[in-house]
């Protein structure tokens, strides 16, 4: 064997403890008991504040590490990716958030013995990225009651899925679908009212409800999906088909694929940045970035 193949690989894992102590004692404890010494030499970051998992990833980049493992949720992954995108780093995940909407969809173990244990194996890939103005997103942005129920989330003290169901619940009924203006990447143009339109780059928001079935991770493609506020009655219909993931054969969705769109609101408003209510301009500017990120996945689950 060459030096060069016995030289161990660095691993930063950047945890955020948001994720509650019983889940980052199992991960430490994970850690110790599943990682290959022999393979990889291994550091654990504890995130302080948001926007501190920015700062660890750009300075460990910096650093030479080789893999960086975001655990948490798609926020925490975000925040990874963006420090990595279009770099040799490789990317690992340890899904501890709520939806875990981007692990799901890679086949990522949501047990995180499983997924600390998949990351010896080391089988990685590259995907598609995203970005809304210049900001970067790696699952799904969206705007309109995407976005708000993104905002309202974010400030609820309950999390998991009942946290997300209750502010859905409280928001639907007065919300008015917004007036939306689009231009694909084709030239064609729309102009539309919807409940909200999702940017998906992976085919889910999380805990299964898979918005865009037919998204793909590698296929250099946007796939746009427009929704609009379908009557009450139809509701329960809309929610089976989130769960057998066939939202597209839904009455009052349409969705397009496309590498570049532009889409104009009347005015400036939040924007769901995977899970992260943000707020960047009323013109909203969305392309594809392809097969800039390298991340570990399941070969044997990945939707890709």
Do not use: W
């Amino acid at each position: 064997m060459t030096s060069q193949t016995l030289q161990k690989k660095k691993i930063l894992f950047i945890v955020n403890p948001n994720s509650g102590k019983k889940k980052s004692d199992l991960l430490t404890q994970s850690i110790q008991k599943e990682i290959d010494v022999k393979k990889f030499d291994v550091e654990i970051v504890y995130t302080a504040y948001a926007g501190h998992a920015v700062v660890v990833s750009r300075q460990a980049v910096e650093d030479g590490i080789d893999i960086i493992v975001a655990a948490g949720g798609d926020g925490t992954i975000n925040e990874v990716a963006g420090e990595i995108i279009d770099r040799e780093t490789v990317l690992g995940i340890i899904p501890m958030g709520s939806g875990n909407g981007l692990a799901r969809h890679l086949g990522i173990p949501r047990q995180i013995e499983k997924a600390v244990g998949l990351i010896n194996q080391f089988d990685f890939t590259k995907i598609d990225t995203c970005s809304v103005n210049q900001v970067h997103f790696v699952s799904i942005a969206g705007i309109g009651f995407d976005a708000l129920v993104a905002k309202h989330f974010a400030r609820n003290e309950r999390r998991g899925f009942m946290g997300y169901f209750n502010v859905v619940a409280n928001k639907y009924l007065k919300y008015k679908p917004k007036k939306y203006q689009i231009v694909f990447a084709n030239g064609n143009k729309l102009t539309t009212r919807a409940l909200f339109i999702a940017f998906a780059n992976s085919n889910q928001f999380g805990y299964n409800t898979t918005i865009a079935p037919n998204a793909r991770l590698t296929d250099g493609l946007i796939d746009v999906c427009i929704v609009k506020k379908p009557m009450l009655v139809s509701i329960p219909i809309i929610a089976n088909l989130l769960l057998l993931n066939k939202i597209n054969l839904a009455n009052d969705v349409s969705i397009v694929q496309t590498p570049y769109l532009s889409v104009t609101q009347s005015r400036n408003r939040v924007v769901n940045i995977d899970g992260e209510p943000i707020r960047i301009a009323k013109k909203l500017n969305i392309k594809i970035n392809p097969l800039s990120l390298r991340v570990i996945i399941n070969k044997e689950d990945a939707k890709i």
